[in-house]
């Protein structure tokens, strides 16, 4: 049984902050790498950050240096602190924690994703 929720979605003003978490059970968590994927109306998927298990962080360009992604291991969650937040951030935000297995193949897990939205 493996879950990933996500929380920390919500309405919020241009130049605002807003923190997401991600906690996942299920899994071994410290061996996965955890990427955060957002999707806006109308665009593809986007890889916006991940984390491997190695602690690792890299970041799409277009929120270099406005997000931050870390884990607490211990309780099985990831985060990621979103600040300077634009209109152009408007989209539900997806957890999702992979891992290659060796060369048989992969797992792959996704959280139902949580809408974040940045209008006055």
């Known amino acids: 049984q493996v879950q990933l929720v996500e929380s920390g979605g919500g309405s919020v003003q241009p130049g605002g902050s807003l923190r997401l978490s991600c906690a996942a059970s299920g899994i071994f968590f410290s061996r996965y790498n955890i990427n955060w994927y957002r999707q806006a109306p109308g665009t593809q998927r986007e890889l916006v950050a991940t984390?491997?298990?190695?602690?690792?962080?890299n970041y799409a360009d277009s929120v270099k240096g406005r997000f931050t992604i870390s884990k607490d291991n211990a309780k099985s969650t990831v985060y990621l602190q979103m600040n300077s937040l634009n209109p152009d951030d408007t989209a539900v935000y997806y957890c999702?924690?992979?891992?290659?297995?060796?060369?048989?193949?992969?797992?792959?897990?996704w959280g139902k994703g949580t809408l974040v939205t940045v209008s006055l």
């Open positions: 984390i491997t298990r190695g602690g690792s962080t």
């Open positions: 999702n924690a992979h891992r290659v297995i060796g060369t048989a193949g992969w797992d792959d897990y």
